[in-house]
């Protein structure tokens, strides 16, 4: 089942955000894990549809009010992000990676939205997987999930890291 959430704004600024889910031969391989049996997984895709400039924070809240608001209805959801490098972004450190960047950048604004809402039932969990040693094609992946599902999480992102190795 797929889902779309559509994010606009006064300045023309359009963000679609899809949630596409994992279908059971991707999962599969987490399926041994009785801690992972009653999880649903969602691949989270945010798509630039229109408007010009960076994304502001007011669009960047109302993403993260949605993805809340879909967390809090879906209790066994688990929210997954992948950081890719297919554009760059201008950031103010040069020496790190377009992914790391946006990896470190989703991590803030996590921390922030959750601080600012009291959402202490969620947590981020970041995963690093390095690529032939060197840290500019290091990959990243986000896992958002509740905390009583963290132990489960935290083994996916151990099983992606040795995938990657």
């Given amino acids: 089942m797929d889902i779309s ?5 006064a300045e023309g600024d ?15 391989a987490f399926l041994a ?6 999880l649903v997984f969602y691949d989270v895709t945010l798509m630039r549809e229109s408007g010009d400039g960076y994304v502001g924070y007011k669009i960047l809240s109302a993403v993260s009010n949605t993805l809340a608001r879909f967390m809090e209805e879906n209790e066994d959801a688990v929210l997954c992000f992948y950081c890719d490098a297919q554009t760059d972004v201008m950031r103010s ?3 790190i990676s377009p992914q790391e960047y946006r990896s470190m950048s989703f991590s803030r604004m996590f921390e922030k939205y959750t601080t600012e809402h009291h959402l202490t039932d969620f947590v981020n969990h970041r995963v690093r997987m390095d690529v032939d040693s060197n840290p500019l094609k290091s990959q990243f992946a986000h896992f958002i999930c509740r905390k009583e599902h963290e132990t489960a999480v935290e083994t996916i992102g151990r099983l992606l890291m040795e995938i990657e190795k």
Avoid: G, M, Q, W
Wanted: aromatic share 10%.
């Fill in 5 to 9: 959430f559509d994010i606009l704004n």
């Fill in 14 to 28: 359009r963000v679609k955000v899809a949630l596409s889910y994992y279908d059971s031969e991707t999962v599969s």
């Fill in 93 to 95: 450190h040069s020496a």
């Fill in 33 to 38: 894990d009785p801690l992972t049996l009653t």
